[in-house]
């Protein structure tokens, strides 16, 4: 079945430091690939997308390329703030299967 | 305006017991999501409704009904509440159940049980 895998956490920076949260997929069709946020006590918040093969999606700063040949979905930002400590879920969805397949999240602590 | 929201926020009850969680959207969309956060922060769907309408069951034991009135609410009902149970659990919301749709998450309901 559809899978993701993210990297284990958790991950600490300090402000302004680069950020990479590695993200890999196994699916058996073509997916969709997702990175979602979830800030403390809060549910998630969706971050950025990409529904096809080398896609770009951004936001907040933050980037991620949807490639197939690697089947990765890497999470990058080149200066990271006290404000983005979170915990980051990279997650696929198969058009067929209709639902979200989450990886196991990755926890980021950004000290100032 | 809240999106998606959930009540109970916390619930905390005793083995053996039934409770409910309720879940409203006022995004006129048409499909609706339960899933279930570990205490890992492992996150599993649990159920989804398109216009009233079980689409998804992954598996999970019959203690839990999900129950659709309208396409604008999916309540999750839970008999013989167990130890395992305890998770924070979120609803969601999107347009249609089309692969590339954002899901929007309700704020979780943490239910502990003793």
């Known amino acids: 079945g559809d899978s993701v895998t993210q990297m284990e956490g958790p991950v600490t920076l300090s402000e302004e430091a680069f950020l990479t949260i590695n993200c890999t997929y196994t699916?058996?069709?073509?997916?969709?690939l997702f990175w979602y946020v979830q800030y403390p006590g809060e549910g998630l918040q969706l971050l950025l997308k990409?529904?096809?093969?080398?896609d770009k999606g951004s936001n907040k700063g933050f980037e991620a390329t949807y490639r197939k040949e690697t089947t990765s979905f890497h999470l990058e930002k080149g200066s990271v703030q006290v404000s983005d400590s979170a915990v980051y879920f990279c997650?696929?969805?198969?058009?067929?299967?209709?639902?979200?397949?989450f990886g196991q999240g990755t926890r980021l602590t950004i000290n100032p | 305006d809240t999106a998606v929201s959930q009540t109970p926020k916390y619930l905390v009850t005793q083995m053996g017991n039934d409770k409910s969680i309720k879940c409203e959207q006022n995004l006129g969309h048409d499909t609706m999501y339960w899933y279930k956060q570990d205490s890992k922060k492992f996150l599993k769907i649990m159920f989804s409704?398109?216009?009233?309408?079980?689409?998804i069951n992954e598996t999970v034991p019959n203690r839990f009904s999900p129950k659709s009135p309208d396409k604008a609410h999916l309540n999750l009902h839970i008999n013989s509440l167990e130890l395992g149970d305890s998770a924070v659990y979120f609803c969601a919301s999107s347009q249609d159940s089309g692969g590339n749709n954002e899901q929007f998450f309700g704020p979780g309901t943490r239910l502990t049980v003793l």
């Open positions: 997650a696929l969805s198969d058009q067929g299967a209709q639902k979200l397949v």
């Open positions: 699916a058996t069709g073509y997916p969709s």
């Open positions: 409704y398109n216009n009233k309408e079980l689409i």
């Open positions: 990409a529904t096809k093969a080398d």
